[in-house]
């Protein structure tokens, strides 16, 4: 992987963050790391194989990331699912960020949810991320 930007040292941990402490056994299980993000088994899957993509600078909006970030978290989402493809062998993917405190946001470090979906894991998935908000019948879209 080649990347504008290479980084020489780790960025200083802010205080308190889970994310910021990737090297902290206890806390994070890294399964890749890149220059500028890493990917982390979910300390509370929805789901068998449930991964976490985070940037190593400490950095609260998706918005806010480098343009080598957000390249780096593309292709580190992707090398994530081609990992989790060959152990689970899911179905599906649910990618979600909780942008801000109002979206579900629980950590102030920005991080990519991806979650590994099989046929079956909940009755009917029509509608996906919709149902994060009431009024998201699938059945009502067409009336």
Known sequence: MRYPKAVTS????????LFC???DPESNEVLVEG?????????Y??????VEVVPLR??????????EEAAETHELVKKAR???DEEFHPDGYTIGINEGRAAGRTVDHVHIHLIPRYTGDVADPRGGV????????PDRWGA
């Open 82 to 84: 081609r990992m989790l």
């Open 58 to 67: 400490h950095v609260e909006s998706y918005f806010d990331l480098t343009p």
């Open 130 to 137: 919709r149902h994060v908000l009431p009024g998201t019948d």
């Open 35 to 43: 220059d500028l993000v890493y990917v982390r088994r979910d300390n």
């Open 21 to 23: 402490r990737p090297d």
């Open 10 to 17: 780790r960025p200083t941990p802010h205080s308190g963050c």
């Open 45 to 50: 899957p929805a789901a068998k194989g449930h």
